[in-house]
């Protein structure tokens, strides 16, 4: 492993000088009225950025000369864009940030806050590729709404990051176009797919990232990747420009480096969006207003606080290694004040099987768009048929081409009840499990 590359806990190039006490800030959202939230500021990159800026202790140009250096320095050996911005604008956006500052004017709530996004999130003007050849040099007129409302909010998009074909992996070893490390040791993957956002978030070549999860996406490559990645309940985020992979599991995710920085981008990406019909018309709450300062947190923070653990998660055929990890963060909870109760979850076995027939079942549906004519880049041939099969096949990988086959084999006359329908029915008793056991931990 490079020691550049190992992540610091700051750039070395981010001098937050003369800050000498936190304070409170007013956390913007599309969708909400101002609110005001207080907690320290170093607790999040995003306050002590804009805490920066505000005081005058660092303009916006410094800070993103400071990213963009740290970017071209590890990207070479982890590899998480497949496209990175043009220096000369995002530096003109950052001085734009300083100028406004200068003569006092207002500036967003994540002004000069640099953001990277995944690649099957639509991005006006910028590549969006979906990690796949069957969209390469794809550039949408339209962002998606969690990209708009981000950029209404001051942020400067960096660059859009790696992931396994339309979304489909677990390792980032699926893309298209490159593999993506790992920043800690750069002989691993990162996990998937939204290896690349996690990356580049642990890395530090951007602030916060966003990536999508359908199965574990935003969730397994944060952890994998030591950053803090959310996946919000469906709805409460438009999924308006995302490239559909399972569009009744899909949702738009957060990575950052704190949950601090984690809920501060979710508040401001979540809300209805009349662009999106499935998107929750409740009122978005403001996330970061429970949170506190460290130093006020008794020696037992979480007295008292239920915690489930699952018997099936530490049964046999779980690695040893994983074993041990869950085991000692529950010991480290119990440390804390939790009250730990083991449950079980019976039904917990039929997740995955249920997942993999309703996900590829909608996916084969999906992408059925990208023929070469109404969708995707076409291949040559004198024949309807010739350049459906040609334009898929050269623009498709393979474990694309996989869980389409599943899929469409799973939604096939005379196997429709058989599979589709019993993985939907699973899905309705995994559900009602969830119910139950949150009754039982609670009895």
Same mark, same amino acid.
């Given at each position: 492993m490079l020691s550049t590359i190992q992540p610091p806990r700051y750039l070395s190039r981010f001098p937050l000088r003369g800050r000498t006490k936190s304070r409170s800030f007013h956390i913007l959202s599309s969708a909400q009225p101002v609110t005001k939230t207080c907690f320290a500021a170093d607790q999040s990159q995003i306050l002590s950025i804009?805490? @920066?800026?505000?005081?005058?202790?660092?303009?916006?140009?410094?800070?993103?000369? !400071?990213?963009? =250096?740290? %970017?071209?320095?590890?990207?070479?050996?982890?590899?998480?864009?497949?496209? +990175?911005? =043009?220096?000369?604008?995002?530096?003109?956006?950052?001085?734009d940030i300083d100028d406004k500052i200068k003569r006092n004017e207002e500036v967003g709530p994540l002004a000069g806050v640099l953001v990277a996004i995944k690649d099957n999130i639509c991005t006006a003007d910028m590549p @969006?590729?979906?990690?796949? /050849?069957?969209?390469?040099?794809y550039r949408p007129p339209f962002d998606a709404t969690a990209v708009k409302r981000l950029k209404d909010l001051g942020a400067i998009v960096v660059g859009k990051t790696n992931l396994d074909e339309f979304g489909m992996g677990s390792t980032t070893e699926a893309s298209a176009f490159k593999v993506t490390a790992n920043p800690w040791d750069l002989s691993r993957v990162p996990g998937g797919s939204s290896g690349g956002s996690a990356a580049s978030v642990s890395a530090r070549q951007c602030v916060v990232s966003l990536g999508s999860d359908t199965g574990g996406s935003v969730r397994q490559p944060a952890s994998f990747c030591g950053v803090v990645g959310l996946k919000p309940?469906?709805?409460?985020?438009?999924?308006?420009?995302? *490239?559909?992979?399972? !569009?009744?599991? =899909? $949702?738009?995710g957060c990575f950052g480096s704190s949950v601090a920085d984690t809920g501060i981008l979710l508040h401001a990406i979540s809300g209805h969006d009349s662009l999106d019909a499935t998107s929750s018309k409740r009122e978005v709450p403001d996330f970061t207003s429970q949170f506190t300062y460290a130093s006020s947190l008794k020696s037992r923070p979480l007295e008292g606080l239920r $915690?489930?653990?699952?018997?099936?998660?530490?049964?046999?055929?779980?690695?040893?290694?994983?074993?041990?990890?869950?085991?000692?963060?529950?010991?480290?909870?119990?440390?804390?004040?939790? +009250?730990?109760?083991? +449950?079980? %979850?019976?039904s917990f076995s039929l997740g995955l099987p249920a997942y993999y027939i309703l996900a590829s079942s909608e996916s084969s549906s999906n992408l059925s768009r990208y023929d070469g004519v109404? #969708?995707?880049?076409?291949?040559? !041939?004198?024949?309807?048929?010739?350049? #459906?099969?040609?334009?898929?096949?050269?623009?498709?990988?393979?474990? $694309?081409? *996989?869980?389409? %086959? *599943?899929?469409? #084999?799973? %939604?096939?006359?005379?196997? /429709?009840?058989? /599979?589709?329908?019993?993985?939907?029915?699973?899905?309705?008793i995994l559900f009602l499990s969830d119910h139950s056991l949150l009754r039982r931990l609670w009895s």
């Amino acid at each position: 492993m490079l020691s550049t590359i190992q992540p610091p806990r700051y750039l070395s190039r981010f001098p937050l000088r003369g800050r000498t006490k936190s304070r409170s800030f007013h956390i913007l959202s599309s969708a909400q009225p101002v609110t005001k939230t207080c907690f320290a500021a170093d607790q999040s990159q995003i306050l002590s950025i804009r805490d @920066s800026l505000l005081n005058r202790h660092l303009s916006a140009v410094e800070l993103t000369h !400071s990213y963009l =250096d740290r %970017l071209k320095q590890t990207e070479p050996h982890i590899n998480c864009f497949l496209h +990175v911005s =043009d220096p000369d604008k995002v530096l003109k956006q950052a001085q734009d940030i300083d100028d406004k500052i200068k003569r006092n004017e207002e500036v967003g709530p994540l002004a000069g806050v640099l953001v990277a996004i995944k690649d099957n999130i639509c991005t006006a003007d910028m590549p @969006s590729t979906g990690g796949s /050849y069957i969209l390469e040099g794809y550039r949408p007129p339209f962002d998606a709404t969690a990209v708009k409302r981000l950029k209404d909010l001051g942020a400067i998009v960096v660059g859009k990051t790696n992931l396994d074909e339309f979304g489909m992996g677990s390792t980032t070893e699926a893309s298209a176009f490159k593999v993506t490390a790992n920043p800690w040791d750069l002989s691993r993957v990162p996990g998937g797919s939204s290896g690349g956002s996690a990356a580049s978030v642990s890395a530090r070549q951007c602030v916060v990232s966003l990536g999508s999860d359908t199965g574990g996406s935003v969730r397994q490559p944060a952890s994998f990747c030591g950053v803090v990645g959310l996946k919000p309940t469906y709805g409460r985020v438009s999924r308006f420009g995302l *490239m559909a992979y399972a !569009s009744s599991l =899909d $949702v738009i995710g957060c990575f950052g480096s704190s949950v601090a920085d984690t809920g501060i981008l979710l508040h401001a990406i979540s809300g209805h969006d009349s662009l999106d019909a499935t998107s929750s018309k409740r009122e978005v709450p403001d996330f970061t207003s429970q949170f506190t300062y460290a130093s006020s947190l008794k020696s037992r923070p979480l007295e008292g606080l239920r $915690v489930g653990l699952i018997r099936e998660t530490v049964d046999a055929g779980v690695d040893s290694g994983v074993k041990s990890a869950i085991e000692g963060a529950a010991a480290h909870l119990e440390q804390l004040g939790c +009250v730990l109760k083991e +449950v079980s %979850l019976l039904s917990f076995s039929l997740g995955l099987p249920a997942y993999y027939i309703l996900a590829s079942s909608e996916s084969s549906s999906n992408l059925s768009r990208y023929d070469g004519v109404r #969708y995707g880049n076409q291949a040559s !041939s004198d024949e309807l048929n010739a350049l #459906y099969e040609e334009s898929r096949a050269k623009g498709f990988g393979s474990e $694309v081409k *996989m869980r389409i %086959l *599943m899929g469409t #084999y799973a %939604l096939s006359a005379g196997y /429709y009840d058989a /599979y589709y329908k019993r993985a939907q029915q699973c899905q309705e008793i995994l559900f009602l499990s969830d119910h139950s056991l949150l009754r039982r931990l609670w009895s």
